[in-house]
């Protein structure tokens, strides 16, 4: 049989790289970057081309799983829902709805399935304890958001391929491939930025890849950002250098913003955040003085003590440099998918209600993954009894991670929908693997919101599920279908209709009912092309959308045809100010100093004056990536495994303090428990400071990922405490007091 090369998007990182998946015969010959795709034009990391590998690794879990005798063996597609329809329905019964809990990872933002059936499977369990990984992660950024622009969705990105200035607070894009910006082949863009005389700043602790190749590099103190950033806009308003790219009038509390910056010196910066004051000054005025900047900030601004307070910042630097909204600066993406109009104009709430133990308060409708493990352990009314996790690995992902392996092994009942037997889905009862991920359809409803240049793209399956196999999306409807009380043998295809349905008669309504627009919800879902669920939801979506051909009524917009009869892509433009139409607060305004995070700045103006006093033996912890790893879940492809280590980065100056040579164990300790670790002794690591990557720790010997256990590494987790950003309730990752001694 002749070999075919099939387009794919793929779906391991927010990149959304093009592949050219070389197939034969029903098998995956080979995969390579796709030159023809105009996001990434050939440009693949090796991830990317591991796919193959994940595909076939013979560790994948293929025909769902039921727990008996403390051993996995295999069922039935029948037999498993029917067991989750018994079990889940009974614990609800029982102990009511909140006793069911579940737990989203991050590869559901990889999959149409988990942009699309997600909502309504979680609005199907009816109780509060939901948690996803948006509280180790980006929850800071989406809440501080919230707060200004009416809505955590309005995500302002920077226009990486217009600016002149670039200013990177806690990233490494170099090797995460961006988050929070779509932007495949960060290095070809930062070498166009050069190219055109632009330049790159990096602010962070370890002088990272992206580090390396910046014109101004600042290595600020962990958890200090806060109070860096605060020092700019001292100096933007001290040196009257404010100058917005919209009326003031657009934006509330201002000259409470300008108050409460003053104390904030770039001396008094200097202090904390461990750089020289006229670093501070330089930057601040580099950033005021340049015509096209864009200050990005991620992981290491968010998932520390001050999360939302950092987050809100960085947006707030951008408005006073007059950066906001403009292009070469950061501007709201506008996805093919999501109609003008669709999302309400009613501004954002947190902490709506509060999680039964520690009262943590909830941030779009989710509590921190922090009290997970309690809500588990704590009896009473609404203690979890009943827990499912969907693409997640909370074992590893999530601080105090043994308590919360402990908690896990006490649930009466427990699901994983995934491909591996990890060190999280080893507790299910029941396991679901979804279909390999070359199976299905791809368009991405997360990351169009998040990327650097406007368009639309999607990716047919490159091979065919057998009929053995669900799709995720069939998956969830079943389990939609069961904690809906329809019972598991209703066929998933209800659940896509009852969603077409109801989109049908939200734009029919908007029409102004049926008589008025002339046509029925049948009419309207008869039109749809694509033959599976979420494809003709897809297509529905791209209709009704900002550039959608209206079911004709507007003849040159798009729908998902025209994509896939256009080589899978079509180009909608550089990103364009349009905050008017985008800002989703009621009064149309921008709070340029959120009412939120104000408690937050309280806070951090006290510890401003009990200021920080190094401590003998002391250092401060953070993460790192590296590119052949995501997360914890791709450790079993050994083509990714190899040079991949789990080490301790140190200083070279502080290694001698404490007599430590390369290689050599050490404890790390914190309160909560303690790892041994080999140290690489690094110059590019701050001193007084220490880097550990995440996503390791495969040393359980019932997880079924043979490669992962021959090179496990050690969890930093085990040693994180469950401290949050308590306004959004995010993880405190990166600035953790450890201590460290010699093995
Ligand atoms: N290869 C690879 N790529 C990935 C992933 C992966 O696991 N591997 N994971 C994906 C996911 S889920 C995400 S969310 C993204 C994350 O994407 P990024 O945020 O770009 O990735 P990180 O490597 O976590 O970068 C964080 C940087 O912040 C620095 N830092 C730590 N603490 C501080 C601080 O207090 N202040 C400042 N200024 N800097 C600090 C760290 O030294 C590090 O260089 O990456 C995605 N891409
Ligand atoms: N200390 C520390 N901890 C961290 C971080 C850090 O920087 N430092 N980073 C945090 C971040 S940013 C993130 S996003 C989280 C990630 O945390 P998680 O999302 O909980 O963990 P992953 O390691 O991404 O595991 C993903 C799981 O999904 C499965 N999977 C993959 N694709 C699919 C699919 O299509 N369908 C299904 N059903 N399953 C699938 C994999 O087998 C794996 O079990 O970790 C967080 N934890
Ligand atoms: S950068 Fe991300 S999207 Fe691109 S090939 Fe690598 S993993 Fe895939
Ligand atoms: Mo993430």
């Known amino acids: 049989m002749a070999i075919e090369k099939k387009f794919r998007i793929c779906p391991l990182c927010e990149a959304g790289c093009g592949l050219e998946v070389y197939v034969e015969d029903g098998s995956v010959v080979k995969i390579r970057g796709d030159k023809n795709y105009p996001p990434s034009q050939g440009y693949i990391c090796p991830k990317g081309a591991a796919l193959k590998d994940l595909h076939e690794d013979p560790d994948l879990v293929r025909t769902p799983l039921i727990k008996e005798n403390n051993s996995f063996r295999e069922a039935s597609w029948d037999e498993v829902f029917k067991l989750i329809e018994e079990k889940f329905l009974k614990i609800r019964e029982e102990h009511g709805s909140n006793s069911i809990g579940a737990y989203l990872g991050n590869p559901n933002t990889h999959t149409m399935a988990g942009g699309l059936f997600l909502g309504p499977f979680l609005k199907s369990l009816k109780s509060k304890n939901l948690f996803t990984a948006s509280t180790v992660d980006q929850m800071p950024k989406l809440a501080a958001c919230g707060f200004m622009y009416g809505?955590?969705?309005?995500?302002?990105?920077?226009?990486?391929?217009?600016?002149?200035?670039?200013?990177?607070?806690?990233?490494?894009?170099?090797?995460?491939?961006?988050?929070?910006?779509?932007?495949?082949?960060?290095?070809?863009?930062?070498?166009?930025?050069?190219?055109?005389?632009?330049?790159?700043?990096?602010?962070?602790?370890f002088k990272s890849a992206t580090a390396e190749q910046a014109d101004i590099y600042i290595p600020v103190n962990p958890g200090t950002d806060a109070v860096l950033l605060l020092s700019i806009i001292n100096i933007f308003f001290r040196d009257n250098l404010v100058s917005l790219n919209q009326d003031q009038n657009l934006f509330k509390n201002f000259e409470e913003l300008k108050k409460e910056a003053e104390e904030f010196t770039p001396e008094k910066a200097e202090q904390i955040c461990g750089i020289e004051k006229d670093s501070i000054e330089i930057l601040a005025k580099q950033i005021a003085d340049t015509e096209k900047c864009s200050v990005y900030g991620r992981m290491g601004t968010c998932t520390v003590k001050y999360g939302a307070v950092t987050s809100w910042l960085i947006e707030a630097v951008n408005i006073l440099a007059g950066n906001f909204d403009k292009k070469g600066g950061n501007l709201f993406p506008r996805p093919a998918h999501i109609p003008d109009g669709s999302l309400p104009k009613k501004g954002f709430k947190v902490h709506r209600f509060k999680s039964r133990v520690s009262g943590a308060g909830e941030v779009m409708g989710e509590l921190p993954v922090s009290v997970m493990a309690e809500e588990?352990?704590?009896?009473?009314?609404?203690?979890?009894?009943?827990?499912?996790?969907?693409?997640g690995n909370p074992v590893i992902a999530v601080p105090e991670s043994e308590r919360l392996d402990k908690a896990l092994d006490q649930l009466k009942f427990m699901v994983s929908v995934d491909y591996y037997i990890?060190?999280?889905?080893?507790?299910?009862?029941?396991?679901?693997?979804?279909?390999?991920?070359?199976?299905?359809?791809?368009?991405?409803?997360?990351?169009?919101?998040?990327?650097?240049?406007?368009?639309?793209?999607?990716?047919?399956?490159?091979?065919?599920?057998?009929?053995?196999?669900?799709?995720?999306?069939?998956?969830?409807?079943?389990?939609?279908l069961i904690m809906k009380n329809k019972g598991w043998q209703t066929p998933a295809q209800e659940i896509e209709k009852s969603m077409l349905n109801d989109i049908a008669s939200q734009v029919i309504k908007g029409l102004g009912g049926e008589e008025k627009a002339g046509v029925t919800n049948e009419v309207l879902i008869s039109m749809l092309n694509g033959e599976k669920g979420p494809e003709r939801i897809l297509d529905f979506l791209l209709r009704i959308g900002p550039y959608g051909d209206n079911f004709g009524l507007n003849p040159d917009g798009i729908n998902l045809l025209k994509i896939i009869e256009n080589n899978n892509y079509i180009d909608l433009g550089d990103l364009?100010?349009?905050?008017?139409?985008?800002?989703?607060?009621?009064?149309?305004?921008?709070d340029i100093y959120p009412e939120d995070i104000k408690n937050s700045v309280k806070k951090l103006k006290k510890e401003l004056k009990n200021s920080m006093e190094e401590k003998k033996n002391e250092f401060i912890l953070i993460g790192r990536r590296h590119l052949r790893t995501n997360n914890s879940w791709m450790h079993n492809i050994s083509s990714l495994s190899k040079n991949n280590r789990c080490t301790l980065f140190m200083n070279p100056a502080d290694a001698q303090k404490i007599g430590i040579k390369n290689e050599d164990r050490v404890?790390?300790?914190?309160?909560?428990?303690?790892?041994?670790?080999?140290?690489?002794?690094?110059?590019?690591?701050?001193?007084?400071?220490?880097?550990?990557?995440?996503?390791?720790?495969?040393?359980?010997?019932?997880i079924r990922m043979e490669t992962a256990r021959k090179n496990p590494g050690v969890n930093v987790n085990r040693i994180i405490p469950q401290k949050i950003d308590p306004v959004s309730g995010t993880s405190v990752l990166n600035g953790v007091s450890v201590k460290i001694k010699k093995c």
């Open 422 to 480: 990890n060190e999280t889905t080893r507790h299910a009862d029941v396991i679901l693997p979804p279909a390999s991920p070359l199976s299905h359809g791809h368009y991405d409803f997360f990351f169009h919101g998040l990327a650097v240049r406007n368009f639309a793209s999607y990716s047919r399956p490159v091979i065919e599920k057998s009929d053995q196999e669900k799709d995720k999306w069939e998956i969830l409807a079943k389990l939609i």
């Open 376 to 391: 588990m352990e704590t009896q009473g009314e609404g203690q979890i009894k009943g827990f499912i996790t969907i693409a």
């Open 151 to 205: 809505n955590p969705m309005r995500v302002p990105v920077p226009d990486i391929n217009n600016t002149d200035f670039f200013v990177v607070f806690g990233a490494n894009p170099l090797v995460s491939n961006g988050s929070l910006m779509s932007a495949p082949d960060m290095k070809k863009r930062i070498k166009k930025l050069k190219e055109r005389g632009g330049k790159l700043a990096v602010i962070d602790p």
């Open 576 to 590: 364009e100010p349009w905050c008017e139409k985008a800002l989703l607060t009621p009064d149309s305004k921008i």
């Open 667 to 702: 404890k790390v300790r914190t309160e909560v428990s303690e790892i041994i670790i080999p140290v690489e002794i690094k110059e590019q690591i701050k001193e007084n400071v220490v880097s550990i990557p995440h996503g390791f720790g495969h040393d359980f010997e019932d």
